[in-house]
């Protein structure tokens, strides 16, 4: 018998992340998942027409209410996420960028994303923490502080967007 996901094109799911720091802290958000309450940086999945930047700024002010200043790329990193009850199986793609925010606190006015809880500003101690009580959305949210605390920086322009991505669908 032959497996059926053999036969279909391997396309992971593109996400963007904003890992956020400000004074030796790191703005997480506390969501709900099919797992329970888990944290996660503001992220979310790329949408048509935006690019993986535009993109990290969305979600950052969707999930946070904060405007996000990016600053670098951080990098790009891979997982797979199973959950069998379900048939599950998903390899993510995650970009991720690197910055502070806009002012003091959150924007007047704007709501958190559904599912999100809260925002919280964590050490990374207190992050190793999550991780280690298996808190944290995936295992990519400390690799990213990691490489973060490391000084990994790349120039915000190594991802480069053509301007068809920017051209209206077609509609028949």
């Known amino acids: ?37 888990r944290l996660n940086n503001p992220a979310g999945h790329l949408e048509q027409g935006e690019t993986p930047l535009q993109g990290a700024v969305r979600e950052a002010l969707e999930e946070t209410a904060h405007r996000f200043r ?21 390899t993510y793609l995650r970009i ?33 923490a999550a991780r280690d009580a298996g808190r944290l959305r995936s295992p990519l949210v400390w690799r990213c502080l990691e490489d973060h605390l490391a000084g990994r920086r790349l120039p915000l322009d190594l991802v480069q967007a053509d301007d068809s991505l920017f051209v209206p669908e077609r509609r028949p």
Not at 73 to 85: I, K, N
Not at 112 to 126: K, M, T
């Open 70 to 90: 990016p600053e670098a790329l951080l990098g790009f990193y891979m997982s797979r996420f199973q959950r069998a009850a379900r048939g599950e199986d998903v």
């Open 1 to 37: 018998m032959s497996d059926p996901q053999a036969s279909r094109p391997f396309k992971p799911s593109v996400t963007v992340a904003a890992v956020i720091e400000r004074a030796g802290r790191y703005l997480l958000v506390e969501e709900e998942t099919a797992e329970g309450l």
């Open 96 to 128: 991720a960028y690197c910055g502070g925010i806009e002012g003091e606190g959150p924007l007047p006015g704007l709501t958190l994303d559904q599912g999100i809880l809260r925002c919280l500003w964590l050490s990374p101690a207190e992050i190793a």
